[in-house]
């Protein structure tokens, strides 16, 4: 379902669900869920075990339950993304998946290993009903959310990849978790919390990532941003600005026609003092459209003294955009007029362009 320009869709379509699976609960949860199909409630930390230590959902080799208990278990191990297609560049240490889902829709996810970290970019919605213009998730409008374990299983499948010794580098742990996939996180609250709580929380609770280590980025739904303040969770914020005066956003970021800049950045800072943790501000460099000196100037005024950090993203264009990154040397002057309002800044880099798993190119339509 594709979108008129600027229109927004908050509420996503009616869908049958899937299936319920372990990293959908809590270990409480797990625990009734394990009473009701007749077992030990101690069986769900065994299984939770299995899944998030492990990394196995082969109930045929959980040797420690009772061949008997095993086919009852996996009813809370269904199967929920299958791989349509995978696509690596970079020596294979960035890898792109296509997933689809038990309804045929489709995400994806990219996997990219660094010296010191690997960070998995996972998707939160199938589409996304935001909207913005520049972005290829964005024109095609919003199919459904996903659930929280959904979401867990692209973190889960990167892990065990990097478990088997799969990604040049030797076996590795997933280290940083970044929702800018496919959707707006903050659209989809409820299951991306419980995502974040399986992702943080210690084994056999969940993949103890630090919550450091985890990002959720936004367009700026502003009443979401205070509720995710509230959670006790300290992941870092991403608010996706790309533009400093409300003019030029209400187009780039339709959302702005509901939450100007002033507040969007308001309830940044609010996140920052409750959490400590520094805000990134993304900013996708277009060529001729945000990215003159005066804008640059407006922006470093914006958030100057603040707890931010400025991400610059040279623009991908998506097929068939008449806009492009900008030229280097505007990009430069850019950087330089933060740096002088004294904005820490770095420009991102452009990994898995080659394989359209650059941000903002998760069409998902490639099959
Ligand atoms: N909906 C969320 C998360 C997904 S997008 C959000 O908007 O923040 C992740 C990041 O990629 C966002 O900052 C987004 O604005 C940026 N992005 C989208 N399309 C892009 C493109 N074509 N080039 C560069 N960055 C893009």
Request: glycine share 8%.
């Amino acid at each position: 379902m594709s979108q008129q320009p600027g229109q927004l869709t908050f509420v996503a379509p009616r869908r049958a669900k899937p299936a319920r699976h372990l990293a959908d609960l809590s270990m409480a949860d797990r625990r009734a869920a394990v009473t009701e199909l007749g077992e030990k409630a101690f069986r769900a930390d065994q299984l939770s075990r299995h899944y998030f230590e492990r990394l196995t959902t082969d109930v045929a080799a959980m040797t420690d339950l009772p061949a008997a208990s095993r086919e009852k278990l996996s009813e809370l191990l269904p199967s929920l993304l299958t791989p349509v297609k995978e696509l690596t560049t970079d020596g294979g240490t960035t890898r792109k998946t296509l997933w689809k889902l038990f309804d045929g829709a489709l995400v994806e996810s990219v996997l990219m290993r660094y010296p010191d970290r690997v960070t998995m970019c996972v998707s939160s919605q199938a589409g996304c009903g935001m909207n913005c213009p520049f972005c290829a998730t964005g024109q095609a409008g919003l199919t459904r959310n996903m659930s929280t374990a959904e979401i867990v299983e692209q973190v889960v499948a990167g892990a065990r990849a990097l478990a088997a010794g799969e990604v040049p580098g030797g076996p590795g742990r997933v280290s940083n978790v970044v929702f800018m996939g496919m959707g707006e996180p903050l659209a989809n609250y409820k299951q991306v919390i419980g995502a974040v709580r399986r992702l943080v929380e210690p084994a056999p609770h969940g993949l103890g990532i630090s919550a450091r280590g985890v990002t959720v980025s936004t367009v700026g739904l502003v009443p979401a941003i205070g509720k995710l303040a509230e959670e006790g969770l300290p992941v870092t914020l991403a608010l996706s600005l790309h533009a400093p005066d409300d003019e030029l956003r209400d187009t780039l970021v339709p959302i702005n026609t509901r939450w100007k800049v002033a507040e969007v950045l308001d309830a940044a800072w609010a996140y920052a003092a409750k959490t400590k943790r520094r805000v990134s501000i993304e900013y996708a460099l277009i060529k001729d459209i945000n990215d003159h000196e005066w804008r640059a100037d407006l922006l470093g005024k914006l958030v100057r003294n603040k707890l931010v950090h400025v991400n610059l993203i040279p623009l991908n264009p998506t097929p068939g955009s008449k806009w492009t990154a900008s030229r280097p040397e505007d990009e430069r002057a850019f950087v330089r007029r933060l740096q002088f309002h004294g904005v820490p800044v770095t420009v991102r880099d452009t990994r898995g362009r080659e394989i359209d798993g650059a941000c903002g190119q998760l069409a998902a339509a490639d099959v």
